[in-house]
């Protein structure tokens, strides 16, 4: 078993969105390349914000990209859940009053925020002035916040593997709030404590994470447990260059399950933000567990292009088993009214292979695929453009042949080759009426396909359900 162990530890406010889809997918990926341990933890310490629909919101859309977690072993839960560990960083803060490496500080709210102002004012950084640290006795009836005494010498350095050397200077870590006065414990200690238990040998998120970076390597050092191995992934931006927010479209995972995307075809995608193989852009998920190297993430910001998805998405339609297409679609059909238990197994899978080749996403083709199986359908602009009463003779004559033959694609053939040569036509101008009257569109897979899976008897009633009122324009 490697050493390898890292973790994804989204905050439960709400979806999850495709920039922690990505981190969470280069973790997995990293964890399973090298047979090593992937956690899911929960950070879920800000309650006013913090929801139980949105952990399950988050958990699905893990489960639907496929990126199973393990369980750690030191928690009775799973995932791990901050909220359950409340106890555990209390008395971390307590050993480091005991040691003398944090202090209570009994400033207020309403102090702080006025010398933050001040120092604005002046045109200084905002930081703590560290004047709890020289209480030598409490103060009586004040409730005390702990802060955690950093220290402002020399530079700390982060041996970074996606952006390289990051040096901060020290000077400019100021003296972290750990335990509110409240008694709730803050951010960076609960992460730095819970990476320390979980013993996490990398840790690689998004590049918003950095500047915590310093602050939670100085409590690292004072408990004594060796650094991590840093990795900070550069942001997703939109193609305006900012960075990728709702305004874009969908960010939000489970949209794009919405949207009729395949879930290998958005982690196909999703690696691609960054991450490179040669020039390869088809990966299965087995591929990139065997190729995914952290070295080959890019430093750059990735561009967030929405077609190059939808191209992606629609080569895993084409080449998915039909079956399992079949089953995707079924909640796409369902929608459109027509309830899974309505629709047979195999003329499902029938119809997958007949429309996968023009369809981008599930919900493409769930609106190319109802016709086969509507009661009743609605026609287009340009098929009711094609229903004249000079597809009349056309429609009558199909009607007719159609009928005394079995449908199966090489009969439909020959006879539909035969009507054209007998009306001195091509088979195009056959095929277009009966295509338009039997699907209500003008654009569909090829025509004897179509007839042969829509079967004689619905064939037969929709053509003459166009047939009748034709009759009456042409008497």
Request: net charge neutral; charged share 30%.
């Amino acid at each position: 078993m490697s050493d390898i162990r890292v973790r994804f530890a989204p905050s439960p406010t709400g979806f999850l969105h495709v920039g922690g889809a990505r981190t969470a997918l280069f973790n997995w990926l990293f964890a399973r390349r090298h047979q090593g341990k992937f956690f899911l933890r929960i950070e879920d310490t800000d309650r006013s914000r913090s929801t139980d629909a949105a952990i399950e919101a988050i958990l699905d859309g893990m489960r639907w990209l496929g990126l199973d977690w393990d369980q750690w072993e030191g928690s009775p839960t799973d995932p791990v859940r901050q909220t359950d560990r409340f106890e555990i960083y209390r008395k971390r803060v307590d050993a480091l009053l005991a040691e003398g490496k944090a202090y209570r500080c009994y400033c207020s709210a309403e102090e702080l925020e006025a010398r933050r102002k001040e120092a604005m004012a002046q045109g200084k950084v905002p930081r703590y002035d560290g004047r709890c640290r020289r209480l030598t006795a409490p103060v009586p009836e004040k409730e005390a916040a702990i802060r955690f005494k950093a220290s402002s010498e020399g530079e700390i350095v982060v041996d970074d593997l996606v952006k390289g050397k990051v040096i901060f200077e020290s000077s400019t870590v100021d003296d972290l709030i750990i335990l509110r006065s409240d008694g709730a414990p803050t951010y960076n200690f609960c992460v730095v404590v819970d990476d320390v238990e979980m013993q996490i040998s990398h840790v690689i998120r998004g590049d918003d994470h950095l500047n915590n970076t310093p602050r939670q390597i100085q409590l690292y050092q004072a408990f004594g447990y060796p650094l991590p191995k840093f990795g900070h992934l550069s942001m997703i931006l939109g193609a305006d260059k900012a960075r990728l927010s709702k305004r874009h479209g969908a960010t939000a995972v489970q949209q794009y399950r919405e949207e009729g995307y395949l879930p290998e075809a958005m982690v196909n995608y999703l690696v691609r933000l960054g991450w490179s193989h040669k020039d390869q852009e088809l990966f299965t998920l087995a591929e990139l567990v065997e190729k995914f190297s952290i070295e080959q993430v890019g430093a750059s910001a990735a561009t967030f292009n929405p077609e190059k998805l939808l191209w992606i998405n629609a080569h895993w339609i084409k080449t998915g088993d039909p079956k399992r297409i079949a089953a995707l679609l079924l909640p796409h059909l369902a929608k459109l009214g027509l309830p899974p238990e309505t629709l047979e197994t195999a003329r499902l899978e029938q119809v997958v292979v007949a429309v996968r080749e023009r369809s981008r996403t599930l919900v493409e083709m769930a609106e190319s695929a109802a016709y086969f199986f509507l009661d009743r359908i609605s026609f287009d602009e340009k098929a009711q453009k094609v229903l004249t009463p000079e597809s009349f003779p056309i429609l009558t004559e199909a009607r007719r042949r159609l009928e005394g033959i079995p449908f199966e694609h090489h009969a439909l053939e020959e006879t539909l080759k035969s009507i054209a040569e007998s009306k001195g036509m091509k088979l195009a101008q056959i095929a277009q009426p009966i295509r338009a009257a039997v699907t209500g569109k003008t654009v569909s897979p090829g025509i004897f396909e179509v007839l042969e899976i829509l079967g004689k008897e619905k064939t037969l009633k929709r053509l003459d359900e166009q047939i009748h009122p034709l009759s009456q324009q042409v008497s």
